[in-house]
């Protein structure tokens, strides 16, 4: 297969950043004490996102609804909280040196817009599908973007060899204790606006956000129920649960924020230990709650953020009269293909 790549510059406020951290990557589960140092940093860099009410979802489900909107970000994703503060942690050499991932997309944006902010070089392998908007955010955002393969099958390997022969350091989504810190903010967030929330539904790719979501609502309050969410056609989270150990499965379903073909070893760890249930949604009842999350908040969400809606949607009545916080994990959905579900 061919990879092809281009690069972009690096700002002179991230050249500036550079010399703060450096305190080396986390090896292993955070602890309390990541967690904690993770919320400062983030907090330095990004503002909390909006957690609203919801009438319209709230009606629609029986449950009592509050959205937490990660679309509101810089990169429209929830993926730069654990970029920066996974970035944040390299030591003088490894940002020298700088830093690559695979992705499908929004993860690839939070390493790039980290990258910017701190001054590290970041390269991005995204597949084939990664929509151009997607790309083109990348770019933007200062990252070398390489595309290799037709999924995330394909470019993992080719991004493990490329760092291997470049020297880079390897950001694996669902494998990083930085990355998993940094996502863990978003549930500080909803515990300090709603410390009364009795379930979080949360979307499922690599399992980092929802591994990260455990650490930290599970912590502090063990009742509330953390209910992960698939595609039908990308469900290797839940296979592996029912399994008991990491399996890997075929990828079948548009949203390509989810489409991961296992989970990554150390989200699964926490996984099995701490997430309630992983429910499974098709691909069409994500398309239908693109289109009810745009009716009911205004806000647009991209197939992985609307995975948790499509959940709720299908699965709601089992949470009735409940506090519930669906997390909209990201909003980098194509015009054409929003055009797309709006005319079905």
């Not at 039908?232 to 839940?238: D, K, L, N, T």
């Not at 649960?241 to 989970?263: C, W, Y």
Request: one cysteine or more; a neutral charge.
């Amino acid at each position: 297969m061919e990879i092809m790549c281009g690069r972009s510059s690096m700002s002179a406020r991230g050249a500036a950043e550079a010399s703060n951290g450096g305190g080396g990557r986390i090896e292993g589960i955070p602890t309390m004490v990541d967690l904690l140092e993770a919320r400062a940093l983030v907090n330095r860099y990004l503002r909390p996102t909006p957690l609203h009410f919801s009438h319209g979802l709230s009606r629609l489900s029986g449950c009592e609804v509050y959205v937490k909107y990660e679309n509101c970000s810089p990169i429209r994703s929830f993926k730069a909280r654990g970029a920066l503060y996974s970035l944040w942690r390299l030591t003088a050499d490894e940002r020298r040196a700088g830093a690559i991932t695979e992705s499908t997309g929004n993860h690839g944006q939070g390493i790039a817009y980290a990258g910017k902010m701190l001054g590290i070089p970041a390269t991005i392998v995204v597949p084939s599908i990664t929509p151009e908007l997607k790309r083109q955010a990348i770019r933007s955002f200062g990252g070398e973007l390489c595309v290799f393969g037709d999924n995330m099958s394909d470019t993992g390997p080719q991004t493990r060899k490329m760092a291997a022969e470049s020297g880079k350091t390897l950001i694996e989504d669902g494998a990083d204790g930085g990355l998993m810190a940094g996502a863990a903010t978003i549930a500080w967030e909803i515990l300090q606006d709603l410390p009364d929330v009795q379930v979080m539904v949360v979307p499922v790719g690599s399992g980092n956000l929802i591994a990260a979501t455990c650490l930290v609502a599970k912590r502090l309050n063990p009742a509330i129920r953390v209910v992960g969410v698939q595609a039908e056609g990308a469900a290797a989270a839940a296979l592996s649960l029912k399994r008991g150990s990491i399996v890997q499965s075929s990828i079948d379903t548009f949203a390509e924020g989810i489409a991961d073909s296992a989970p990554g070893p150390l989200a699964f760890e926490v996984l099995k230990k701490d997430v309630d249930e992983i429910a499974l949604v098709s691909d069409k009842e994500i398309g239908q709650s693109i289109v009810t999350v745009l009716s009911e908040t205004g806000h647009v969400a991209e197939g992985a953020g609307a995975a948790a809606f499509a959940a709720l949607e299908k699965y709601g009545s089992k949470w009735a009269g409940l506090k519930v916080v669906p997390i909209l994990s990201g909003g980098n959905l194509p015009v054409e293909r929003l055009h797309s579900f709006l005319h079905r």
